[in-house]
């Protein structure tokens, strides 16, 4: 559908307005939103109705999905629905979004595609896949993680999918590490560790 120049203009004031609205309330707004790590465990929803229908249709490529024979194709198609079919946004606050509200909205923040993309890998069976979150400075990643013949298979949400042996290693080829004071973390629905 084309928009028309008056149409474009409506619309661009009308964002405007939702933005200034949204940073006058942005404390009171991130107040409310605000997680603690042990709350971030919920944020992985394997059994939404929404998450389970669109693994569903990952399940559906396979004659009789297994996991052991089938998972490592459906992760790849999941990480690539996830890259394609989620338009990455960022908006000036901290805000966290549901996978079913990520599926519905078809865009989320990285943090909410990795969230997204562990709870479709947990729900294909991988009950071990995590996401990671790690920070040095200004610097961040986000990547979730499922097993793997050679460890664990890394699916960085911005950077593509590379095998390492365990989470430490991808960090450590990420460049984060306890030497230059990063931090880092992985969670799925049912655990939270500290890893740096």
Same mark, same amino acid.
Request: proline letters at 2%; one cysteine or more.
């Given at each position: #559908?084309? #928009? +028309?120049?008056?149409?474009?203009?409506?619309?661009?004031?009308?964002? $405007?307005?939702?933005?200034?609205?949204? #940073?006058?309330?942005?404390?009171?707004?991130?107040?409310?939103?605000?997680?603690?790590?042990? /709350?971030?465990?919920?944020?992985? =929803?394997?059994?939404?109705? =929404?998450?389970?229908?669109?693994?569903?249709?990952?399940?559906?490529?396979?004659?009789?999905?297994?996991?052991?024979?089938?998972?490592?194709?459906? +992760?790849?198609?999941?990480?690539?629905?996830?890259?394609?079919?989620? =338009?990455?946004? $960022?908006?000036? @606050? !901290?805000?966290? !979004?549901?996978? &079913?509200?990520?599926?519905?909205? &078809?865009?989320?923040?990285?943090?909410?595609?990795?969230?997204?993309?562990?709870? #479709?890998?947990?729900?294909?069976?991988? $009950?071990?896949?995590?996401?990671?979150?790690?920070? $040095?400075?200004?610097? !961040?990643?986000?990547?979730?993680?499922?097993?793997?013949?050679?460890?664990?298979?890394?699916?960085? @949400?911005?950077?593509?999918?590379?095998?390492?042996? /365990?989470?430490?290693?991808?960090?450590?080829?990420?460049?984060?590490?306890?030497?230059?004071?990063?931090?880092?973390? &992985?969670?799925?629905?049912?655990?939270?560790? /500290?890893?740096?």
């Amino acid at each position: #559908m084309f #928009m +028309s120049g008056e149409d474009y203009d409506v619309l661009r004031k009308y964002n $405007s307005i939702y933005l200034e609205i949204i #940073m006058r309330y942005k404390d009171y707004i991130e107040e409310e939103e605000r997680l603690n790590v042990s /709350d971030l465990p919920r944020l992985v =929803t394997p059994e939404n109705a =929404t998450v389970s229908a669109l693994c569903d249709s990952f399940r559906s490529r396979f004659s009789n999905y297994s996991y052991e024979r089938d998972f490592a194709k459906a +992760s790849i198609a999941a990480f690539r629905h996830v890259e394609s079919k989620i =338009t990455n946004i $960022s908006i000036p @606050i !901290q805000f966290w !979004q549901s996978p &079913e509200e990520t599926i519905k909205r &078809e865009a989320g923040d990285v943090f909410d595609k990795a969230v997204l993309l562990c709870s #479709m890998f947990v729900n294909l069976g991988d $009950s071990d896949s995590k996401v990671v979150v790690a920070v $040095s400075g200004e610097r !961040q990643a986000f990547f979730v993680y499922a097993k793997s013949d050679n460890g664990i298979a890394a699916f960085d @949400i911005k950077g593509g999918a590379k095998e390492y042996h /365990d989470a430490r290693h991808a960090l450590s080829e990420l460049g984060f590490s306890e030497a230059n004071d990063s931090e880092a973390y &992985e969670f799925n629905n049912s655990v939270y560790n /500290d890893l740096l």
